[in-house]
């Protein structure tokens, strides 16, 4: 494999800040939260004229720790660590990036482990349900107050990139360039149901008690473990899977049966387990809730063409050929409604036999068309300032 | 859609009948059941000289009752009623079939539920684990015992139909014609990893009670619910749940969020439930991990061609072009390791949009695919008595 041309540097040591918002904040749901905060890192330096200010947005499990480490010797860098930092696609050099975690996450905003307001204990399952568009006025405010009025790019992949899509629209006049990567338009019926199965083997667990499992002080993590497996089956490909893991026997006599036990088994159990004593429960059935909900065109009579006219910023359509959770087709669908609304958009499909978590890794080619593209935005933006 | 010409009629009322085999029977995985019963209904008639027998292989779910009602005014008959009856395409005005519950079922053969010979109560978890060699032995005994020689054909989906494809291998002169149907020569990663998610999720049930729930008088019902819920997702397409979930809603305003249900949850969920109810967890377990062992390759240097060389039958191949477990390539490898070893074989990949599932649905191609090559089958089978 080639080395991309954005192979890049690390930011080094990050702490992550906290943004409160203490003004009532009315959810698509209806409800009405009495404030919200948000936890969020930021990396490089926002710019005089504040136009260089770039928004990652995170996918389902995703969190605002997106690049370097909170400590030397951290063994795991931020989960974007591969496309942010000096030299890389999302150039600390260039840019100021800000990640967060959003409402209704499990990494420090306000979510199903925050106190209710009427300190009666935390939210729990009471937490409201949150929107896409949601997110997206939450990280407005959150723009407001670190001084960005136009976003350079939002960025996200998956649920990430809804987000973006969602900026655009929201905010036409905020958002230069929306970069949406490894999305869809809306979740199809096969997508529903294996956030359903994840749900269902979450709120099926006794342990999950309703949802009131941390007063109870124990925890669904059979049920989590469960949700996690299902939903990395379905960010793999089937031939990713077999180049990786094959039929390969970690232990166990295949003619004997009983004990036999194949790599890719273990490898899940050990995915699944690690995630259940990560994540919270009562945030993950939030949050495939507002994967399954999200469609923007709804609205307009369920004419993309017409949901999108609104916006103004330029497009990138980033999509993998393996990813058969958003394939290709579903990036497309974006695609032909932005340039039946003549945007200007740009699709890029690249080779890659990691299916839907191919946006997560650095594919050379993925590195460059992302990498590119953002050199070019900055450009315009310098061209601009002069 | 124009009908099929082997519509056919309906073989009426069956009586499910026993086969007692006394003497020790030795499994792959060392085991030796002391003997063993199996549970098998015929329908048509053995001709005078026995070379009309075509054997019916179930698969993970499946069983003896393969076609007509067990008493007038059944509300559904037997599993593959479509296929088989008179004028259709196993039609039981020429052929006699004989459809059986598998060695480890749970629908009358010995499994699971059986006790154990010491008479210390059922086996539970303790069956040892059979495989399809198991089967294809087991229901070697079962043609024996009806006079069966050889079959005019050996036929099955899926799981049935690596059984078709053992039977093959391991009876060449026994076999006139396997007829292998949305198959595969083994299982994938995906494939097992979708397999382990669904035992996982039965075994970490805690009504599980590590498979001794009966004696407890309780059952896993969540977890096999689960494990439904998953395998019936990866037998249906993308593009088919969509023509017939989409994103229909069944209840609740999607954009308050909270009790929103989509039609394909509320089918899901009542999918696993009706399972849980109808069969046994201990079997599911067994089934998958015949499944996942399977490879008949393995004891010949991974060399299909050189398992096949034994081989005699002639073969029909069925795939679906929208089966994603066990796509149109699962069942090209099988064939092109049939022609390697300079085998009859035929392969007919059949446009569906039902996936996996299309093999046991009333496609018209399908059945006249099927009803016309066991014409031919029955025209040779008489053309040799004269």
Chains 1, 2 share one sequence.
Not at 77 to 85: A, D, L, M
Not at 130 to 152: I, M
Not at 189 to 213: K, M, P, V, W
Not at 276 to 290: G, I, K, P
């Amino acid at each position: 494999m080639t080395e991309s041309a954005f192979a890049g540097g690390n930011v080094g040591v990050v702490t992550p800040a906290r943004f409160t918002h203490l003004e009532p904040f009315v959810l698509k749901c209806g409800a009405t939260l009495p404030g919200f905060e948000l936890i969020y890192e930021t990396y490089g330096e926002l710019n005089s004229t504040a136009t260089n200010a770039v928004l990652i947005c995170h996918a389902l499990s995703g969190h605002h720790h997106a690049a370097g480490v909170h400590q030397e010797g951290d063994e795991k860098p931020g989960w974007w660590n591969t496309c942010i930092g000096p030299g890389k696609p999302i150039d600390t050099n260039r840019f100021f990036v800000i990640a967060l975690n959003n409402i209704g996450g499990c990494h420090g905003s306000t979510g199903p482990c925050s106190p209710k307001p009427d300190d009666s204990g935390m939210y729990g399952p009471d937490f409201p349900v949150v929107s896409v568009e949601d997110w997206v006025h939450s990280q407005a405010r959150l723009a407001d107050h670190l001084g960005v009025r136009t976003f350079a790019a939002v960025i996200g992949g998956s649920l990430g990139g809804m987000q973006a899509l969602q900026w655009a629209m929201d905010y036409p006049d905020r958002v230069r360039n929306a970069i949406v990567i490894a999305a869809a338009p809306k979740l199809t019926a096969q997508n529903i149901a294996f956030n359903e199965i994840a749900r269902h083997a979450i709120t099926s667990d006794h342990q999950f008690a309703g949802g009131h499992y941390r007063e109870s002080g124990i925890n669904p993590d059979v049920g989590l473990a469960l949700a996690r497996m299902i939903g990395h089956v379905t960010y793999l490909s089937a031939s990713g899977m077999g180049k990786r893991f094959g039929r390969q026997i970690k232990s166990g006599d295949p003619r004997a049966g009983a004990d036999v036990e194949f790599q890719v088994q273990s490898y899940l159990r050990y995915q699944g387990q690690t995630f259940s004593r990560q994540f919270d429960a009562n945030t993950y059935v939030l949050m495939t809730r507002a994967l399954d909900l999200y469609d923007p065109a709804a609205d307009f009579g369920d004419d993309l063409v017409a949901a999108v006219a609104r916006a103004k910023a330029d497009f990138l359509l980033i999509s993998f050929t393996s990813d058969w959770r958003f394939p290709v087709e579903r990036s497309e669908e974006i695609v032909h409604a932005l340039l039946r609304g003549r945007k200007n958009v740009s699709h890029a499909i690249i080779d890659s036999e990691h299916g839907h978590d191919s946006f997560l890794l650095p594919l050379p080619r993925y590195l460059d068309v992302l990498g590119t593209y953002l050199r070019r935005v900055h450009a315009e933006i310098e061209a601009d300032a002069t």
